[in-house]
């Protein structure tokens, strides 16, 4: 299981419009994906309503992870989009 942990550099956190920009990328990358906060239960990242229900606050820890094919690179770009708050899915390597 590929996963990454991240600080979220949204200020407002993982609500309203990150959230939004955030489901978008990684149904963009093409791989399951789950998202949790560190000890925490996953969620589904694709899923606007999981992703709201973990309350992710900016500056807190997240962790995304996957096990599907293409993994690392998916969340080597989530990673950047979550970290450095961008409004848009950075393009791939």
């Known amino acids: 299981m590929a996963e990454r ?11 309203a419009r990150p959230a939004s920009v955030f489901v ?5 990358t093409g791989v399951p994906i789950t998202i949790a906060k560190p ?8 899923s606007m ?3 709201l229900a973990l309350g992710a ?4 820890e997240v962790v995304l992870a996957s096990d599907a094919e ?11 989009l979550v970290s450095e708050g961008l409004d848009e899915l ?3 390597a």
């Open 90 to 92: 950075p393009a791939a």
């Open 5 to 15: 942990r991240v600080t979220i550099g949204w200020a407002e956190g993982l609500h």
């Open 70 to 80: 293409g993994a690392d690179q998916a969340l080597d770009r989530l990673a950047k």
């Open 39 to 46: 000890g925490g239960n996953p969620v589904n990242a694709g």
């Open 24 to 28: 978008k990328a990684v149904a963009a």
């Open 57 to 60: 606050q900016g500056g807190e």
């Open 49 to 51: 309503l999981g992703l």
